[in-house]
């Protein structure tokens, strides 16, 4: 019987709270996670979340509340994760590198009742606490000085005295988070995420990884991201561990992973390529890992980790706001994102809504087959929820295609795109090809206003270790492999990208200037068109 035959998705109505009153009950000794030393089995981690969820309560928190939480990688994040998710009340993780007005902003907007704060993160938190006045104040670490809030020692919660579940006043689609977009582009947007949703999520992560009894997930990616919220959920379902460590850690990961004796790794973004990066040592495949499962592997990095490290690549496609996973390639096909999920159908739709054919390329549209999998929007954001619903489909605002085979294919964000001598560059496109160079370890391209009322691309390199590469030289080098619209005119090195918690390029704080950057017109060098 086949993984989607034996499970019913979408129809299992018991949340996430129950999940874990059940585990603590019917295998109170099996070890949920292993952190700094710690082994948590069901029966601590049940008792410590039943005391954080009764402290909530003591503390004024009520079913329709907010409550946002800003927490290092930490079994207490668990705790207080899975506490909110026992009361049914709507939590707002937070990204503890947010600072300034991208914090303020998220705070604002969300309006939570409650906020849980760890004291790394004072410098960034307490002026905006001071000047926003939340009501109450869960603060780990040494009390601040917030005299117009209620703050609450998080040790408190944690010993509170009543171990017994808490009331619960949440249902299987009730909103249970609200989940900010990295805003990359513009300001963050919260996707409302439902137990269901994150139910499903979870489930499906197990489908791309393929568990089995008895297996451990090297969890380094921050509990905020969506990424990280699916495997605490999947550690209530199956009968796995999870080997938490606070950070990403490029030197310590293949340490981390022989030690918890880890089977999964999860990767977004750069993190494959960032650890093929690393000198070749000759116990690279004296690990226990199977799988390493996520989204966004890079072409020239596929083959080149599974043959180095032993490991199988799982690619995937997906967003928060459709439960995470659309498309699952459970085939190994290079480069491709696999086909639909069973409980989604999927559309790549022309600019009027057309549904497009093979190899054509055109935006992911996705539509639920079951009911209660997709977003019913973003919180407190009419305008953008009207924008990404058209006659029942979600419009991702992703750009893609599909093959003979029906297997789907990434091309980049819709909005990630040049307008350039009248034509339209796909950022993902160009990026790809610019990736292969062997001195270019990452690459990030953006649009700058021209003379001519359009744009030009200005491409930023960052570079091996060692390497070295002449802005002419690149140039040349880009010219037979890319349409003449495409070669980027200014060319810029860096030295590090300023990234979201998912490992994307955050454009908006790439600097747009070009006065002293290599600029290819002014060398007389003419792009050839053919």
């Known amino acids: 019987m086949s993984f989607d035959d034996r499970f019913p998705w979408g129809n299992d109505d018991r949340t996430i ?189 197990c489908r791309l990884a393929e568990i089995k009894p008895g297996d451990v997930f090297h969890v380094w990616e921050p509990l905020y991201h969506i990424g990280g919220v699916e495997v605490m959920i999947l550690a209530l379902m199956e009968e796995l561990t999870l080997g938490m460590v606070e950070r990403f850690s490029v030197s310590q990961f293949w340490r981390q992973v022989r030690e918890f004796k880890a089977t999964h790794i999860h990767f977004l973004g750069g993190v494959l390529a960032m650890l093929l990066k690393e000198a070749p040592k000759p116990d690279d495949r004296d690990n226990t890992v199977r799988v390493a499962w996520g989204g966004g592997c890079p072409l020239q990095v596929w083959r080149a980790f599974e043959e180095r490290f032993g490991v199988q690549i799982r690619e995937c496609y997906g967003m928060t706001e459709c ?46 087959k079951v009911p209660g999998l997709i977003t019913e929007g973003y919180f407190a954001n009419p305008e953008a929820t009207r924008s990404s619903f058209r006659d029942g489909w979600f419009l991702t ?55 001519l009322g359009d744009e030009d691309i200005k491409v930023f390199l960052r570079l091996k270790p060692g390497a070295r590469l002449e802005p002419m030289d690149f140039i040349q080098w880009c010219e037979p492999k890319m349409a003449y619209f495409q070669v980027p005119r200014f060319v810029d090195f860096i030295q590090e990208f300023p990234k979201t918690p998912s490992e994307r390029i955050r454009k908006d704080a790439l600097p747009r200037d070009t006065a002293k950057v290599f600029d290819l017109e002014k060398t007389g060098y003419k792009v050839r068109r053919r």
């Open 323 to 368: 439960s995470s996973f659309t498309t699952q390639n459970l085939t190994g096909k290079l480069g491709s994102t696999g086909k639909p999920l069973p409980f989604f159908e999927v559309r790549i739709a022309g600019e009027n809504g057309e549904a497009l054919g093979q190899d054509q390329r055109g935006e992911f549209w996705v539509k639920g």
């Open 17 to 205: 709270g129950q999940l874990l009153t059940d585990r603590a009950r019917d295998t109170p000794g099996f070890v949920y996670c292993r952190f700094g030393g710690q082994a948590i089995d069901f029966a601590d981690l049940n008792q410590r979340v039943n005391r954080y969820a009764n402290a909530l309560v003591a503390a004024g928190v009520g079913p329709d509340d907010r409550v946002a939480i800003m927490l290092p990688n930490h079994p207490d994040y668990v705790v207080a994760f899975l506490a909110l998710l026992k009361l049914g009340v709507c939590q707002i993780p937070v990204n503890v590198h947010l600072k300034g007005e991208g914090l303020a902003y998220l705070l604002r907007h969300a309006t939570p009742r409650v906020i849980i704060v760890d004291e790394l993160f004072a410098e960034a938190a307490l002026p905006i606490l001071r000047a926003q006045k939340p009501p109450v104040v869960v603060w780990r670490g040494a009390l601040p000085d917030l005299p117009d809030s209620r703050v609450v020692p998080f040790s408190d919660m944690t010993t509170h005295a009543d171990p017994a579940e808490p009331s619960f006043a949440g249902g299987p689609d009730k909103m249970v988070s609200i989940m900010y977009t990295s805003g990359t582009t513009g300001l963050p947007k919260g996707v409302m995420v439902t137990d269901r949703m994150l139910r499903v999520a979870a489930r499906a992560s």
């Open 397 to 451: 605002g992703d750009l893609g295609y599909f093959d003979a085979d029906g297997d789907y294919y990434y091309a980049g964000r819709k909005k990630d795109s040049i307008r350039r001598r009248g034509e339209n560059v796909a950022a993902y496109e160009v990026e790809r090809i610019i990736n292969e160079h062997p001195a270019v370890a990452e690459s990030g391209i953006i649009g700058v206003p021209n003379e």
